[in-house]
């Protein structure tokens, strides 16, 4: 058995298997409570339909993030950290983008999760309009992004602010403690809630006519919601759900963050995603299904349920739940988001923690406690995220994440081919069969015409946002690359895909491809925005 002592070199160790990582991802199908009522509110009655489809869409990517991930068994970090080292053959800003890009989907859940979360704890004890939900601090203006878009200071920050350091206290001694937390977290409250959502099917409640007429939201002269037809405007609303529900139904691929930390990479990586894929796919149809079933899509359109802060309130009514069962179950919901808190600082700081080993981001966040946590990583996430915080609209910050999020997954998923043409010869613990990965490489671009069509369904500043953000990378990594590291990458970055006897990569026997891949992925990208924003 290899020592923790020699696994720990670069300080993460080797303490966990598959059955741990996949509790720390079964904070994901908490992630369905971000945006469900967004998503209902915006499309209406298909809402149910875009969830299926995503996450099965999300489903079929992980059998080329497991294979990609079997290639690195001594990085953490994810995905985005398995397909960067892909990319550097073709560019060296296309892979930190890819790595900067998933950070900057993952880390908002500390934020929005947490802002959530004190508004649960809220609602048990004080009505709507008792002054401590309603006094607010305004700092800055942001109309300019999106209408009513604000930072401010208010209860749900201060509380807010609170749980996330509660949680960084958790994971500053080791995922393997992480693990045993979210195990006892999982058990808790995802099956209390999974129960409160089979209670309706067996009674009855979940009624067809809610379900019905099958068409999208619109509104007449007056401005009251009326059944849409399936026009451009109704396909585009669509297509927005679908953007922004990949946030939430992608986001298992998390369970791979731990390459460097199982105890046997080959055996425990492709059972820990594959099984949260399995996991996620009965949350992200069950529960939107049970919820439009059940509450209809008039009671769906709430602003309370828009936001997310009401949830625990209609799922007590789901079951016919008086004020004491309706405490009881807001509580249930406040575990279940400091389950996906809990597994975005895991998975977001390893990402930042890999990135500065690696070379791509700056190098303090190399560094990493007796415990072997990543704590400069967290620290960096938790001051990102206070600053979150204080956004009034945490759908915005949502949609703009997401925007991010496709860019990272259209990088990876083509990363399994060009692994493929490029390191055939590098071992690989799991293969990723022939077809799934032809229909993983083509939702990529399907992916691609999504950010184009849906990003701006949710603010007209979303889509520019997206890609600003996503720049700030640049300036990052050139200083990191050639003012610390003298324009050489870290021996690590690449040693894993070296054949015995070998010092560098080998040849980029991909050609052109994937300059055709990448202009094909920016193609999709505009078509999706000028055949739906374009005049």
């Known amino acids: 058995m290899t020592s923790i002592a020699q696994d720990s070199v670069h300080g993460m160790r080797r303490a966990i298997d598959w059955k741990h990582a996949f509790f720390v991802a079964a904070g994901v199908p908490a992630l369905v409570l971000f945006s469900m009522g967004a998503i209902s509110a915006t499309i209406g009655a298909p809402a149910w339909l875009v969830w299926t489809?995503?996450?099965?869409?999300?489903?079929?990517?992980?059998?080329?993030?497991?294979?990609?991930?079997?290639?690195?068994?001594s990085k953490s970090g994810g995905t985005a950290v398995h397909g960067a080292t892909a990319w550097i053959r073709y560019s060296q800003f296309l892979a930190p983008l890819s790595l900067w890009s998933n950070w900057l989907a993952w880390?908002?859940?500390?934020?929005?999760?947490?802002?959530?979360?004190?508004?649960?704890?809220?609602?048990?004890f004080y009505a709507p309009d008792a002054a401590i939900n309603t006094w607010q601090i305004t700092l800055v203006d942001?109309?300019?992004?999106?209408?009513?878009?604000?930072?401010?200071?208010?209860?749900?920050?201060?509380?807010?602010?609170?749980?996330?350091?509660?949680?960084?206290m958790i994971q500053h001694r080791g995922i393997l403690g992480t693990a045993r937390i979210q195990t006892i977290l999982t058990v808790a409250a995802l099956l209390p809630l999974f129960i409160v959502c089979v209670v309706p099917l067996l009674t009855g409640d979940v009624v067809l006519a809610n379900f019905l007429p099958f068409t999208p939201l619109a509104k007449d002269a007056s401005g009251a919601i009326v059944p849409g037809v399936w026009d451009k405007g109704g396909w585009l609303l669509f297509l927005g759900g679908l953007f922004i529900a990949a946030w939430s139904a992608y986001a298992f691929e998390t369970a791979v963050c731990y390459m460097s930390e199982f105890k046997n990479p080959g055996r425990d990586m492709?059972?820990?995603?594959?099984?949260?894929?399995?996991?996620?796919?009965?949350?992200?149809?069950?529960?939107?299904?049970?919820?439009?079933?059940?509450?209809?899509?008039?009671?769906?359109?709430?602003?309370?349920?828009?936001?997310?802060?009401?949830?625990?309130?209609?799922?007590?009514?789901?079951?016919?739940?008086?004020?004491?069962?309706?405490?009881?179950?807001?509580?249930?919901?406040?575990?279940?988001?400091?389950?996906?808190?809990?597994?975005?600082m895991a998975g977001s700081s390893r990402t930042l923690h890999q990135g500065g080993r690696d070379g791509w981001l700056p190098k303090y966040l190399s560094q990493v406690n007796t415990h072997g946590a990543p704590d400069n990583a967290m620290w960096t996430d938790l001051a990102v995220n206070m600053v979150l915080l204080l956004m009034s609209d945490y759908v915005f910050v949502l949609a703009v994440s997401n925007c991010n999020y496709l860019i990272f997954n259209f990088l990876n998923l083509n990363a399994g081919w060009i692994h493929r043409m490029d390191n055939p010869d590098v071992k690989r613990p799991w293969r990723c069969p022939t077809i799934m990965m032809v229909l993983g490489t083509f939702l990529a671009y399907v992916n691609a015409f999504l950010l184009g069509a849906g990003a701006n369904v949710w603010g007209a500043g979303t889509f520019a946002s997206g890609w600003v953000s996503a720049a700030i990378v640049v300036p990052v990594f050139l200083f990191r690359h050639y003012v610390t590291d003298r324009g050489k990458f870290p021996p690590d970055m690449y040693k894993d895909l070296l054949l015995p006897g070998q010092t560098e990569l080998g040849p980029r026997r991909a050609g052109m491809l994937p300059y055709v891949a990448l202009a094909g992925g920016v193609g999709a990208m505009l078509l999706g925005y000028f055949m739906f924003w374009g005049g």
């Open 53 to 73: 489809i995503s996450v099965l869409f999300g489903f079929v990517q992980s059998f080329i993030y497991a294979e990609i991930a079997g290639l690195h068994p």
């Open 107 to 124: 880390t908002p859940v500390l934020a929005i999760g947490s802002g959530l979360g004190a508004g649960y704890l809220l609602s048990i």
């Open 142 to 168: 942001l109309g300019f992004l999106k209408d009513g878009l604000s930072l401010r200071i208010n209860a749900t920050f201060i509380i807010g602010a609170v749980i996330m350091l509660i949680v960084f």
């Open 270 to 344: 492709w059972r820990a995603i594959i099984y949260s894929g399995l996991f996620c796919i009965a949350a992200y149809t069950l529960i939107p299904i049970v919820f439009q079933g059940v509450l209809g899509t008039q009671r769906m359109l709430d602003p309370g349920i828009y936001a997310g802060s009401d949830m625990g309130r209609a799922l007590a009514s789901m079951v016919k739940g008086g004020e004491f069962i309706t405490k009881i179950l807001i509580v249930l919901l406040f575990f279940t988001l400091i389950l996906s808190i809990m597994t975005a």
